[in-house]
């Protein structure tokens, strides 16, 4: 009989296992992990915790001292890059590769904004830690046409970059042609990770199948991060693919687990089992065949067709529409809206610990 293996320590063995957190303990205890993720949600949650009190009066002074060399944004939301950088540096050496901070949400439509604010978190960066490796931070960018066109730019300028908020296959299509070093395709509507009382009822395990098989048939270097499972069985169900980040939590009861390796393996979507079965048409209802417009016949289809988005804005905006019969634009749309929440609610925050407006 085979001895059960822990189920962390079974998906390193199989993903690239990555910790969407700010949370500096949580690498201490649980790593090492390869990257460390965050977002907006992340990093206000985080900063809430009384431990950071300093570190939101510090980053809010840093910001009135710098910001006259910083006209084109506001005191908020300087300060609130500070102070998400200054969470994530500090993780650096706990991890064994990049840190990963999102741009301002609310700019998800704009290509010059995008562009302007990835630039600058690299100067923040610089100027919070002098020695820091830049090779070692990368840029969430959400996956609208605006935002990918960034990603485009951003590569010629030596940004390193990420997809977020994907939800279909033409916007990892058109990520790997702009450059991304990753794309973050959300399992789960962002929503049902908020809410637990919410379920999504379709999960992308397809389109995320698709997208690392899209990849690995074209010879794209960019990788498939997973993220968004709400469950640790969804992980599990994604083990073989590139990398998967995931929250404490989850990565906390996938260490307490224990189960035989082949069972595990068996549920993989990325098993040779479980390939074969969607090859002959069946699954166990997990993997679906979408509507995907034309960009594949599925995932239970051979060779895939390459396609190109990157000069024809209205080509992608007509298949990303029709996406998952509308589905996915809708998904994007309503993360961007819950991050954008996040950033207002940060912005707040360090408008709170202001020392020079108090008083």
Known sequence: MENPTNLLEYLKSKTQVDVDSLDIRVSVELGPFVDCTSNQADAYTELLNPRHADLLKKTAALANEIKAHYHSVNFEELAMELSMLSLAIPISPKITGAILVMVNPLYSYSTPKIVENAQRLYRLCQFLEPNFDLSRIIIKIPSTWEGLQACRK???????????????????????????????????????????????????????????????QHSCSTRVKACAAVNVEQILKLAGVHAFTAPADQLRELSTMEESAVKVAQRSLFSKEMASERINGHTNGDVTNGNTNGVTNGPTSGTMEKLSFIDDEAKFRLAFARADEGRAQLKTAQALNLFGEYQVKAEALMRDNDMTKIG
């Open 154 to 216: 951003l590569k010629g300028l030596g940004v390193k970059t990420l997809a977020t908020t994907l939800f279909s296959l033409e916007q990892a299509i058109l990520a790997a042609e702009a450059g991304c070093i990753y794309i973050s395709p959300f399992l789960n509507e962002l929503k049902a990770t908020f809410d637990p009382s919410y379920h999504d009822p379709k999960p992308i395990f397809d389109i995320i199948v698709e997208a690392q098989r899209y990849y690995e």
